[in-house]
């Protein structure tokens, strides 16, 4: 019961997202300036926030309980989506405080709803029981599921950048938005408007990136010693290590083009979608065909 209730809160946020968002949207029709309109608003945003955190609160423990067990260590493709959701959510959290990043919240909250509620189904396997209350391994996972995780929104970056790059050449040619635009971001573009411009958003994207090629870098060597510790090999290279590498080594050359030739925009997204295509398919990809598709554990 208790891994089921972050994404029902999730869910209680969402439509409260939503219906707030249409509210503006009724109210800005209505009523002409900004002034009177942001008043009440002001202290439904720090509600939110709170919120917000109890929640991550509640999912980060949920989490926890659901892959820390006396049985040994219980991991899969599920519970891995799910703590980058989680992970997602809390950067997104710290990183809103900084910036006007509004436009992204519903994108996270829904998405974090559709992953939190993915360990209720899938349970996973027990992958260790040697492991389970060493110190130094849960640094290591805990590491690499924040690495995860910031490559994570990192990615939901790039996608409302392309987006916002796209409403920005809707606009000019009058085109209408897409569905999916309609659906996470309202019709009319509400929440689209309230990012940051796009140099802004390009500066977020790249220190996320930064930051998660850090956590990338010390989970990949890192990951040889504790592979030591459960295989009794310093490093088995099979399809996991072989996309773990080539994911660091994608974000590692987007980061230098960045340096060396300030790689930006399309070109920039699209990278960062590739690398982090390839960083999934590294183990969540892989645990979702044995789990999934062949039903190996």
């Keep these: 019961m208790l891994i089921i209730l972050p994404s029902i809160a999730y869910a209680i946020i969402l439509v409260s997202i939503l219906l707030r968002s249409q509210q503006k949207k009724d109210n800005s029709l209505e009523i002409t300036g900004t002034q009177d309109l942001q008043k009440p608003h002001l202290s439904q945003y720090f509600a939110l926030r709170l919120i917000l955190f109890i929640l991550l609160v509640l999912h980060g423990y949920a989490s926890y309980v659901d892959i820390f067990t006396e049985q040994g260590l219980v991991f899969g493709f599920a519970q891995a989506l799910s703590l980058m959701a989680w992970v997602g959510v809390a ?162 050359g987007l980061l230098f083009s960045r340096w060396k030739s300030g790689l930006r925009g399309i070109k920039a997204i699209r990278w960062v979608f590739g690398s982090f295509i390839v960083l999934l398919l590294a183990y969540i990809g892989s645990r979702f065909v044995l789990e999934v598709l062949l039903h190996r554990v």
């Design 91 to 252: 950067l997104y959290w710290i990183e809103a405080w900084f910036f006007p990043l509004g436009g992204m919240m519903g994108l996270v909250i829904f998405l974090a709803m559709v992953l939190s509620f993915l360990p209720a189904v899938f349970g996973g396997s027990i992958i260790s029981t040697n492991t389970t209350h060493s110190p130094g391994f849960k640094l290591h996972f805990l590491t690499a599921n924040i690495a995860y995780g910031v490559m994570f929104l990192a990615a939901l970056h790039a996608i409302l950048m392309s987006w916002q790059n796209r409403a920005l050449k809707q606009h000019s040619l009058q085109e209408k938005p897409s569905l999916i635009q309609k659906i996470f971001l309202g019709v009319g573009s509400v929440w689209l408007d309230k990012l940051p411009s796009l140099l802004t958003m390009e500066r977020v994207l790249f220190n996320t990136t930064s930051i998660g090629f850090i956590l990338l870098t010390i989970t990949v060597f890192s990951g040889i010693f504790f592979s030591q510790m459960l295989f009794g090999k310093p490093l088995i290279f099979d399809h996991k290590t072989f996309f773990a590498l080539i994911s660091w080594v994608m974000f590692g």
